[in-house]
Each structure stands twice: as C-alpha cells, then as structure tokens.
C-alpha cells in the first residue's frame, strides 16, 4: 500500500542548503500570523447565510476561473465543468472531469493551492485521479456536512481576521448589515465596486445607473446627480465597514475633463449616442474623479489594470463575464497615472494601491513611482503572477526601488474562500526564502529579515488599507 498522501514541510523554500535554514527560521514567524484578506471576491452571502458548502464541484471547481480555464486549455468545455444554460448537473460528474486532468495542473500556482486545500484543510489522503476521484469525493462531502466547515466556523480555523467582500456600487449592503449584528461587523468588510458605471457605453450601462439611483435615492438625470449618486453610495460603504474601492478598469489613463465636457459626454451616453472615443476618455476622468473622492472620505483606491477582459466572444455571449478568457496585456502607468498623482499623490487624505500583471511595469514605472509618491503603495503580483518564481521575480524587480515599506503586503484576490490560507502560506514561505538570500549574502540581518517578513505578511497589509484619517 502506497503511504498517504503528505505535504513537504519545506515546499516553495529555497532549495540551496546554505538558505533554507534561515528561510524555516523566517517563515516560522510568520506562519501562524492571522490573515487579513483585504481583496478578494468571495460573497457576502458566503457568511451572511452561513451555509454548508454544496458539494465538492461546487466549492473546488466550478466557481474557480483558474481550475476551468486550464481544463479547457485541454479540451474540456465550460458546460461539462457546470457552467451555462446546458451545463453538467451532476457534481460527482464534474468532480471525475477535474481528478482526470489534475496532470495539468503540475508546476502552476493553482496546483500549491489545490494541495493544501485538499491536504491541508480537507484532509484528503490520496492524489486525485480518475481512479481516485470517487473515494475523493465522499471523503470531502462527508467532511463539508460538519459544523466545522461552515464559512463562519472557517474564518476562525484559517485565523482571518479580516476580510473585504466586493460589492457593486448599487448593493443595499443588506447583508453586511446582518453580519454587523451577528457581531461581524469588523470583520467582514463591503468593498465598493463602480466599474459598470464608469464605462457609458457598456451594454446595460442605463439600467445600471437606474440601480445605483435606487439605492442611493437619488434619481440621476444628469452629471451632477451620477457624482451625487455615487457619493451617496460611497458614504454608506464607508459607515458599513468599508476601506477601499476597488477598479479593475480596461485603461489606466486618469486625464481629467473640464466640467462641461463630462457634462456633454454624460448626457450623450444617457441618450444612447455616445462614442467609444468619448465613453474611454470619460472613463480614465472618473477614475480621477474617484481619487478625488477618496481624498474627501478616506476609502483607499484599488487599480488593477492590464488585462483584455473576455477575451473569447463566444464563452463570453453564451456564459458572462470573468470565466477565465482574460489575456494580460502591456500596461502603461507612468503618463496614464501622472494626472492623479500630481493632484493627489501628496495628499494626506489619499492612498491607492495599483496592481497589474505586467511584471516588466512594476520594475519600470510602477516601483520609481511608489518610491516617490507617499499615496502610492504597490498591490502584490496579480493573477498569473502569484506564482513562486513570478512573486521571487516581484521582489527582485521592486525592492531595489521602492523597498519593502511601499508595498502593500500580500493580497490574494480569490473567488475561492478555501484557497485563501493557501495562497497567503505561499507568499509567506516565498518571502522568507527570498529575505533568506539576502541575509544569507548579509545585505540584512536575521532580525530584520523576520521584521519585515512579518510586515510583508500581516501588517502593511493592515495599514495599506486603514482608511486617512479613520483610527481602525
């Protein structure tokens, strides 16, 4: 009989015998530190309902964009993985899809966090395989029937202390409002996202804006009552909990109209004529506009930008947005960002954090640039870049720069609640390997490695997103 399926205590260290001690000593101290997720995309109703999860396609498959998109990549469809109108309803069917091509996986991020999902929090004891996927199967529905595997039972175990959600900028709040009075009000956070209202000529975009004027209260017939709206919204955010917004735009340009201008171009969007050329240029000026609001009311500016969304027409018309058909592409900041930071980026009320998956941008434009601007600090890699040697590639490329005190700690950007303590566990032992090195080749010392070990993993994420001038 085969031994049972373990985990190696030393994954991801470094593999250089002279480095890897020191790295066990780094990671030690920070292994066991309390999680904060401060974004991600799981839902609210995840812990408002407080629900057991379905099944095991359902928690590992199904809602995860990275798991589908490299089966697909292999011949798989997107219905026989339980998506779409004729999607597979059988989730045992799903679950045999994904143990057959658990291959594909090997040397991908998406493969650690799998692992310790499995290994880890769901105490499988074999490698999925067509031949194991049944045995699997049980052993994780059995396991997600009890009390303890509820998502509140969960925040404890993987020790998250906090956690944002992202929510449109329409939503009621309703649900954090129910999680404030069962006591989570400080720990499960709102997260403002106004993306779709940003972009006039988005299909959808009129019904959009009659949502935010619902729930805001205030009808939006033209530029000043959309500004209004949205900072009503935003004001009731911020008094449910929340730190940040969130915008994962197409352009990074932030180039600000004149008035009349954002006027004309807004009345043309309500009236169905707007151009492409208008709606972009309209878009990078709410983007300042929303800094200009951020240095008013404190909420920290997330950007992520660099990636063509949906890239496949047909998954995108038959199945939606964000189902794994987006395609990194250049990013460019240093112009795009320039109207922003030279309004805002030497505001004390005002603090943003940018991501891309570009990695050349980070050691070109975006570290010269958080080397200088105290609002700026640098989201961690995103996507396809929080993987080992892209996130060892992140530290060589920004340290250099904007050292360790203007990033913004490790963020994990998930759907998937399970994969949180494992994708946080790999940033960890990858910065104590790469804190190794340089104590190793006495750039620093051992003390001041943990020291900013602990900072990378638990409290510049904390500070990243304290909101100016609100004492958390």
């Given at each position: 009989?085969?031994e049972?399926?373990a985990l190696?205590?030393d994954?991801?260290?470094?593999?250089?015998?002279?480095?890897?001690?020191?790295?066990?000593e780094?990671?030690?101290?920070?292994r066991?530190l309390?999680l904060?997720?401060?974004?991600g995309?799981?839902?609210?109703?995840?812990?408002?309902?407080?629900?057991?999860?379905g099944?095991?396609?359902?928690l590992?498959v199904v809602?995860?964009?990275?798991?589908?998109r490299?089966?697909?990549?292999?011949?798989?469809?997107?219905q026989?993985?339980?998506?779409g109108d004729?999607?597979?309803?059988d989730?045992?069917a799903?679950w045999?899809r994904?143990?057959?091509?658990?291959k594909?996986f090997?040397?991908?991020p998406?493969r650690?966090?799998?692992?310790?999902?499995?290994?880890?929090?769901?105490?499988?004891?074999?490698?999925?395989?067509?031949?194991?996927?049944?045995?699997?199967y049980?052993?994780i529905?059995?396991?997600?029937?009890?009390?303890?595997?509820?998502?509140?039972?969960?925040?404890?175990?993987?020790?998250?202390?906090v956690?944002?959600?992202?929510?449109?900028?329409?939503a009621?709040?309703?649900e954090?409002?129910?999680?404030?009075?069962?006591g989570?009000?400080?720990?499960?956070?709102?997260?403002?996202?106004?993306?779709?209202?940003?972009?006039?000529?988005?299909?959808?975009?009129?019904?959009?804006?009659a949502?935010?004027?619902?729930?805001?209260?205030?009808?939006?017939?033209?530029y000043?009552?959309y500004?209004?709206?949205?900072?009503?919204?935003r004001?009731?955010?911020?008094?449910a909990?929340?730190?940040?917004?969130?915008?994962?735009?197409?352009?990074?340009d932030t180039?600000p109209?004149e008035?009349?201008?954002a006027?004309?171009?807004?009345?043309?969007?309500l009236a169905?004529?707007?151009?492409?050329?208008?709606?972009?240029?309209?878009?990078?000026h709410?983007?300042?506009?929303?800094?200009?609001?951020?240095?008013e009311?404190g909420?920290?500016?997330?950007l992520?930008?660099?990636?063509v969304?949906?890239?496949?027409n047909?998954p995108?018309n038959?199945f939606?947005?964000?189902?794994g058909?987006d395609?990194?592409?250049?990013?460019?900041?240093?112009?795009?960002?320039?109207?922003?930071l030279g309004?805002?980026?030497?505001?004390?009320?005002?603090?943003?954090?940018?991501f891309?998956?570009?990695?050349d941008?980070?050691s070109?434009?975006?570290?010269?640039?958080?080397?200088v601007?105290p609002?700026?600090?640098?989201?961690?890699p995103?996507?396809f870049?929080?993987?080992?040697?892209?996130?060892?590639?992140?530290?060589?490329a920004?340290?250099?720069?904007?050292?360790f005190?203007?990033?913004?700690g490790?963020?994990?950007?998930?759907?998937g609640?399970?994969?949180?303590p494992?994708?946080?566990?790999?940033?960890?032992?990858?910065?104590?390997?790469?804190?190794?090195?340089?104590?190793a080749?006495?750039?620093l010392?051992?003390?001041e490695a943990?020291?900013?070990?602990?900072d990378?993993?638990?409290?510049h994420?904390l500070?990243?997103?304290?909101?100016?001038?609100?004492?958390?």
């Amino acid at each position: 009989m085969s031994e049972p399926w373990a985990l190696h205590p030393d994954r991801a260290l470094p593999a250089d015998p002279a480095t890897r001690p020191v790295a066990r000593e780094i990671y030690a101290a920070t292994r066991d530190l309390p999680l904060v997720s401060m974004h991600g995309h799981v839902d609210v109703t995840v812990f408002s309902r407080d629900e057991p999860f379905g099944d095991p396609a359902q928690l590992l498959v199904v809602p995860d964009h990275y798991v589908t998109r490299m089966l697909v990549s292999q011949g798989e469809t997107l219905q026989r993985l339980g998506l779409g109108d004729m999607a597979e309803t059988d989730p045992r069917a799903i679950w045999r899809r994904f143990c057959a091509g658990w291959k594909h996986f090997r040397g991908t991020p998406t493969r650690f966090w799998l692992e310790h999902e499995l290994v880890q929090i769901l105490g499988v004891t074999q490698r999925p395989s067509a031949e194991t996927a049944d045995a699997i199967y049980d052993q994780i529905a059995a396991r997600l029937a009890e009390p303890a595997f509820r998502p509140r039972a969960l925040l404890d175990r993987f020790g998250i202390e906090v956690i944002a959600t992202t929510d449109p900028a329409w939503a009621p709040l309703d649900e954090h409002a129910a999680l404030a009075a069962d006591g989570y009000g400080d720990r499960v956070l709102p997260t403002f996202r106004p993306d779709p209202l940003l972009r006039l000529d988005r299909p959808g975009w009129r019904d959009d804006v009659a949502r935010l004027a619902g729930a805001s209260g205030v009808e939006v017939t033209s530029y000043t009552t959309y500004l209004e709206a949205l900072r009503t919204q935003r004001a009731r955010f911020a008094a449910a909990g929340a730190r940040a917004t969130d915008h994962g735009h197409p352009f990074a340009d932030t180039t600000p109209l004149e008035d009349v201008e954002a006027r004309r171009v807004f009345d043309a969007a309500l009236a169905g004529t707007v151009t492409a050329a208008e709606a972009r240029a309209f878009g990078g000026h709410m983007v300042f506009q929303m800094a200009a609001m951020s240095a008013e009311d404190g909420l920290v500016l997330q950007l992520h930008h660099g990636v063509v969304r949906d890239h496949a027409n047909g998954p995108y018309n038959a199945f939606g947005p964000d189902l794994g058909y987006d395609i990194p592409v250049v990013a460019e900041f240093t112009h795009a960002l320039r109207p922003l930071l030279g309004a805002f980026g030497h505001h004390p009320g005002f603090r943003m954090i940018v991501f891309t998956v570009d990695e050349d941008v980070y050691s070109r434009e975006l570290a010269p640039l958080a080397g200088v601007y105290p609002s700026l600090k640098l989201g961690a890699p995103w996507w396809f870049l929080d993987a080992p040697d892209a996130m060892r590639r992140f530290r060589e490329a920004t340290t250099e720069t904007a050292g360790f005190s203007n990033l913004a700690g490790f963020v994990d950007d998930t759907r998937g609640f399970c994969s949180i303590p494992a994708r946080h566990d790999l940033a960890r032992r990858v910065d104590a390997g790469y804190l190794a090195r340089l104590v190793a080749e006495h750039r620093l010392e051992l003390d001041e490695a943990v020291e900013i070990a602990v900072d990378l993993a638990y409290r510049h994420a904390l500070a990243a997103y304290e909101r100016a001038g609100v004492a958390q």
